[in-house]
């Protein structure tokens, strides 16, 4: 049998049960019905939301017609694998106030080879520093209570922490509008202390960042922000078959497989990456912007 991680085990299934009821046919509904379960739940098991008991999948995999045993076998133990609960996101406390796919997101970026990140506002969110993360958090407080924005808070710092500090540094490719290096969250200190954290990642060789200039006459993405992880080597030909699409709005946040929209999603990013100027003009930019913030530390 395979080895999987609980998000690789988690993807292996869905994808599969997927897979299996669109060979034979069948819509999320009428599997439902045939097994005495809610559509929701389908739904969810399907979309990642969540896991599958092996109980459930062995009966599952009976009325689907599943003969081979390899292929039983693989799966009930990747069922087994996805249901372990030892992982931080998966804390009561914070699983009360973070949605089902930033949870997902959450894992695969644990375990990426390489993520594409664009964000037209702000620095993303696994990169800010505490301070300038409670300043956009409580930005919203008219929407998120204390206890939210304090549970959030926690999470983005693991994740931060998680991500900067993999020994396996994956590839992070940034694309920042220039905006974010004038939006001061936080006051001036905040933002120049998180700007200049940018640049000690670039130098540590942890990401790689360009800045989209106000005057830049290249097609800017009118995606919203987005992540784009890699969960095999993103310089494969058909890298996107083994990648996650993760974007969010005000109002809601998702995961998308679809694989044109991937696609879509990272040819937008290679054509504003490549147009731009590269990394050593915009850590320039980064490092001019933090000199004009935070004076006295120059």
Not at 77 to 86: D, E, L, N, V
Not at 146 to 158: H, I, K, N, Q
């Given at each position: ?24 046919g ?8 045939a ?17 599958i ?8 995999l ?44 959450i ?54 922490q998680?991500?900067i500090?993999r020994p ?79 974007r ?13 929209t991937?696609?879509?999603?990272r ?11 590269d ?20």
């Amino acid at each position: 049998m395979a080895t999987y991680s609980p998000v690789g085990a988690r993807r292996k299934v869905r994808r599969a049960l997927r897979r299996l009821r669109e060979d034979r046919g069948l819509t999320q509904g009428q599997l439902a019905e045939a097994m005495d379960w809610s559509l929701s739940k389908v739904m969810r098991i399907e979309n990642g939301d969540v896991t599958i008991s092996v109980n459930d999948l062995r009966y599952l995999l009976q009325y689907l017609g599943v003969t081979d045993r390899e292929q039983i076998t693989d799966l009930l133990g990747a069922a087994k694998i996805s249901r372990q609960r030892q992982q931080w996101w998966d804390a009561q406390n914070l699983r009360d106030f973070l949605t089902d796919a930033m949870r997902q997101h959450i894992q695969y970026e644990a375990e990426a080879k390489a993520i594409r990140i664009y964000f037209g506002m702000l620095v993303p969110g696994a990169l800010q520093i505490p301070g300038y993360a409670r300043a956009v958090l409580e930005s919203y407080a008219d929407e998120l209570d204390p206890g939210t924005v304090e549970a959030r808070l926690d999470s983005r710092e693991r994740r931060r922490q998680q991500l900067i500090g993999r020994p396996d540094k994956p590839k992070l490719y940034v694309l920042l509008d220039e905006g974010v290096l004038f939006r001061q969250f936080g006051g001036a200190k905040v933002l120049g202390e998180q700007l200049a954290e940018l640049i000690r990642l670039v130098e540590e060789g942890r990401l790689l960042v360009r800045v989209i200039p106000f005057e830049a006459p290249a097609r800017i993405p009118m995606l919203g922000s987005y992540d784009i992880l890699y969960l095999d080597d993103d310089a494969r030909e058909d890298a996107e078959v083994e990648a996650i699409l993760y974007r969010e709005s005000d109002v809601r946040d998702e995961l998308v497989e679809d694989l044109e929209t991937v696609r879509r999603h990272r040819t937008g990013f290679d054509r504003v990456w490549q147009a731009m100027p590269d990394e050593l003009a915009s850590v320039k930019m980064i490092e001019a912007r933090v000199r004009e913030l935070l004076p006295e530390d120059v």
